[in-house]
T-cell receptor, first 112, second 113 residues
């Protein structure tokens, strides 16, 4: 099992550019989430999914889109990057009925 | 509004000291409380607590939950430099939102030799 795999690990974008952060898990987990982590702010939920075809917004969804066409993949799209989106992004997954999430290793995104 | 508050925000100790990290919460539909350790990269799971008064223990780390007073503590005895990390507390919401975690801001622990 590779666990939760995030790509890329680092990315620099210019303001206004778009990109997709990839997240894949090979544990057949139903629940997947995206968080951003900023200094002094802890981890904040962006979007989550309870299964293929089902997604919903978290605490800070503006500027981000997600889709869940398969159980394994949960990409996060930035439509028009802004400096305020500079952050470390974590993808996490868990199976149904288990509370503890498994986290990916993160993507450090800088928007200039 | 759901809230998880950790204290202190940062702590510096010497090797061998014992530390207590605090986590208080105000959430709707509490299900469980999780502790994570975060070093350079992804948070790694430490404990899950669902019942009051039952201590979870792993080596020098232990944790307990008080559902009446709405808090949890994480104790680390005989600290080592390898314990230096950010410790995150998160609360799992039950019912329609049981996939959701609300995190505290974390406690940065620095253990000096």
């Amino acid at each position: 099992n590779a666990g939760v795999t995030q790509t890329p690990k680092f990315q620099v974008l210019k303001t206004g550019q778009s990109m997709t952060l990839q997240c894949a898990q090979d544990m057949n987990h139903e629940y997947m989430s995206w968080y951003r982590q900023d200094p002094g702010m802890g981890l904040r939920l962006i979007h989550y999914s309870v299964g293929a075809g089902i997604t919903d917004q978290g605490e800070v969804p503006n500027g981000y889109n997600v889709s869940r066409s398969t159980t394994e993949d949960f990409p996060l799209r930035l439509l028009s990057a802004a400096p305020s989106q500079t952050s470390v992004y974590f993808c996490a997954s868990r199976p149904q009925g288990i509370n503890g999430y498994t986290f990916g290793s993160g993507t450090r995104l800088t928007v200039v | 509004e759901d809230k998880v508050v950790q204290s202190p925000l940062s702590l510096v100790v010497h090797e061998g000291d014992t530390v207590t990290l605090n986590c208080s919460y105000e959430v709707t539909n509490f299900r469980s409380l999780l502790w994570y350790k975060q070093e350079k990269k992804a948070p790694t799971f430490l404990f899950m607590l669902t019942s009051s008064g039952i201590e979870k223990k792993s080596g020098r780390l232990s944790s307990i939950l008080d559902k009446k007073e709405l808090f949890s503590i994480l104790n680390i005895t005989a600290t080592q430099t390898g314990d230096s990390a950010v410790y995150l507390c998160a609360v799992v919401h039950s019912g329609g939102s049981n996939y959701k975690l609300t995190f505290g801001k974390g406690t940065l622990l620095t253990v000096n030799p």
